[in-house]
């Protein structure tokens, strides 16, 4: 594995060396690691289904789970899906950002049966952080890339976590610093005219709102038997090795904490290691750091990591979503 490690408040990175050897790996149809602004990304050439098949492989990931195609522009977005006047809307007011649009997809588009695990519709991506849509258009594919995490562990905002879970299976790691939102994108299905939320992410649900000029539907509540899902909400998810404990009041005996706000819990002084994820209750701020304390907190080998009450709001209905899933039973692993 090979690591370019740029600054991206350096004009000219996108002339490095390194530069062309990324897009000449992935036209070979190997894996990348990239960076964007919300976790890092495994990618690999949308297009093909071998190098697909190696992200499945890489991250033990089952097939059924389709990936998000990330692209340069809506433009290039318009030629792999269909968008109604919803989809443009958000498309506009929200690229390059950390939203994800679920359309149909177009019978021409180029993009593999599985990356979208041969559903008629695609995941489409413009991300804000600019390494993976500078690698996008100058390698001129679209890049599949699910979260650089082995399935179902926790995502990685940092290039030292991707190389420590899947560094085996890479041929390059783009380290471009910690991923500013930390949180991955918000899902927003628009295909049967009823915008609906797959997953909450790092655009708050009420900033899309305003946008629609309605509500969104939750994915958990269809409407129609057959309406969309995102096949990856598996209910346990982003679990460490440690169990994890929601809206703890207290610190139990030989717990680690995970701590929010300026509130000390009772028993906090006795905890194994405590991160606060916002000592002043900024939930981005909060999000930002969320991943890389759960694999801190993890290394310290608590059997029980405790989480203060995080509230709702905002990025606090994506962080909570994450925790829920971090402490949802566990699948039991075959023997
Ligand atoms: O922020 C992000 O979205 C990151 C970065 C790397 O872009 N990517 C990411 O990918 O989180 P991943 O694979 O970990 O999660 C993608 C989710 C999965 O739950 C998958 O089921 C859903 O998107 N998905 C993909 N295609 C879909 C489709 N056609 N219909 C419904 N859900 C879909
Ligand atoms: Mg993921």
């Not at 991250?59 to 433009?75: A, M, V, Y």
């Not at 506009?92 to 695990?117: E, N």
Request: charged share 20%; hydrophobic share 40%; with cysteine.
């Amino acid at each position: 594995m090979r690591k370019w490690t740029l600054d991206l408040t350096q004009d000219g990175w996108q002339n490095a060396a390194e530069a062309d050897a990324v897009c000449d790996a992935i036209e070979a149809g190997e894996l990348v690691a990239v960076p964007t602004e919300t976790v890092y990304g495994l990618a690999a050439d949308a297009t093909r289904s071998s190098a697909c098949a190696k992200i499945f492989a890489a991250k033990g990931r089952p097939q059924f789970n389709p990936l998000i195609s990330h692209l340069p522009s809506l433009e290039a977005c318009t030629e792999h899906g269909i968008f109604d006047e919803d989809a443009l809307k958000l498309a506009r007011a929200f690229w390059p950002g950390p939203l994800t649009l679920v359309v149909p997809k177009k019978p021409q588009s180029t993009i593999c049966d599985l990356a979208t695990a041969g559903l008629d519709t695609v995941a489409l991506r413009v991300p804000a952080g600019p390494v993976m849509r500078f690698l996008a258009e100058k390698c001129g594919t679209p890049l599949a890339a699910p979260s650089a995490n082995i399935s179902g562990k926790v995502s990685t905002t940092t290039a030292d976590a991707v190389t420590a879970d899947l560094g085996a299976s890479l041929s390059f790691v783009v380290d471009a610093g910690p991923c500013s939102v930390g949180i991955e994108s918000t899902i927003v299905a628009l295909v049967d005219g009823t915008p609906r939320l797959l997953r909450p992410g790092g655009i708050p649900r009420k900033d899309l709102e305003t946008v629609l000029g309605r509500a969104l539907i939750d994915a958990s509540t269809p409407t129609k038997p057959d309406a969309p899902q995102a096949p990856g909400m598996l209910s346990s998810h982003y679990a460490p090795s440690a169990a994890v404990r929601l809206d703890a009041r207290t610190v139990q005996d030989g717990e680690a904490l995970l701590a929010f706000g300026p509130h000390r819990l009772p028993g906090a002084d006795d905890a194994i290691c405590e991160i606060n994820l916002s000592p002043s209750s900024d939930l981005e701020e909060a999000a930002a750091r969320l991943f890389a304390a759960l694999r801190h907190l993890d290394t310290y080998g608590a059997e029980i990591i405790c989480v203060q009450t995080i509230p709702m709001e905002g990025l606090g209905e994506a962080i909570n979503d994450r925790l829920k899933r971090a402490a949802a039973p566990r699948p039991i692993p075959p023997s």
